[in-house]
Nanobody
Framework: QVQLVESGGGSVQAGGSLRLSCAAS????????MGWFRQAPGKEREGVAFISSGGSWTYYADSVKGRFTVSRDNAKNTTYLQMNTLKPENTDKYYC??????????????????????WGQGKQVTVSS
């Protein structure tokens, strides 16, 4: 049974840092791409970061570029989202998700939520000013 379990997150003041982890089980982790998404209440979920199955290339939403870093350790079946210089507008619930197939290249594909097969439960990140 495929499972994605998120940890980390929490509350921090603006300018601070947090790290989210996504532990995967039940499938060949190293063969899957991983995406991170965020969603605020009443808003649509949107893509934040994407990492290839082997971890050699990444992609970021413009709003987090230079501040967030996605990485993965396939030996530990875990993907990370390091969030630095956090801003109040980064307050959201963050989700990791995984897909075995990459249908194309570019943000339209990396953040195509309907293409992701499995999702974590989400983790709240709150940034206060």
């Amino acid at each position: 049974q495929v499972q994605l379990v998120e940890s980390g997150g929490g509350s921090v003041q603006a300018g601070g840092s947090l790290r989210l982890s996504c532990a995967a089980s039940g499938y060949a982790v190293g063969s899957y791409y991983m995406g991170w998404f965020r969603q605020a209440p009443g808003k649509e979920r949107e893509g934040v970061a994407f990492i290839s199955s082997g971890g050699s290339w990444t992609y970021y939403a413009d709003s987090v570029k230079g501040r967030f870093t996605v990485s993965r350790d396939n030996a530990k079946n875990t993907t990370y989202l390091q969030m630095n210089t956090l801003k109040p507008e980064n307050t959201d619930k963050y989700y990791c998700a995984t897909t075995r197939v990459l249908y194309g290249y570019g943000s339209g594909w990396y953040f195509a939520q309907e293409k992701y097969d499995y999702w974590g439960q989400g983790k709240q990140v709150t940034v206060s000013s």
